[in-house]
């Protein structure tokens, strides 16, 4: 049996202390510094938030995403867990973790100016946002799909439409 090591991102950020919202652009540079490929994991962190926003994921805390340590010495992001639209809550699960601008709706062109400077391919990051937004815009057909109760469908069908909107515009 091989165990794999699984450390928060908040824990790669240095921060210890339990509810404390931490900035996106932190946990950014946390996963650039300690990662072993900040080419492939910056982008997957930048399309795991546009999916957290877009699905009403506000339980996003620094906790609920980890790296991976595995046997050949690679770093990476580890695979999503936690990942629910608690937008349902009735107890208002704010999300946590935003980027500077503490934006419910990140301006996604920002975002990726900033993970330029840890990084991060800027003009590849915005033709990926493009390249995102159909699929975006089509997560209500594929819940459908998937049978994900009607509910749910509903009270993401806005929010969806909005990331897919500000997709299709992201400007370099």
Known sequence: ????????LCSLAGVAEFGVPVKKEVLAQALARFS???????PELLLR??????LGNTDN???NTSVSKLPNGRVALSPI??????????????????WQDNSDYPDWSDVVRFLETLG????MALRSLRRVAPYVEAL?????????????IDRCRDRIARVAKALHQVKA
């Open 140 to 152: 209500p057909q594929m819940m459908a799909e998937c049978r994900v109760p009607e509910l749910v």
């Open 36 to 42: 072993t490929d900040r080419t492939t994991e910056l």
């Open 49 to 54: 938030d546009v999916l957290d926003v877009a």
């Open 1 to 8: 049996m091989t165990y794999l090591g699984l450390e928060s």
């Open 120 to 123: 991060l391919d800027g003009a």
């Open 81 to 98: 867990y936690d990942f629910a639209p608690m937008i349902l809550d009735t107890r208002g699960i704010a999300r946590v973790c935003r």
């Open 61 to 63: 805390h620094a906790r």
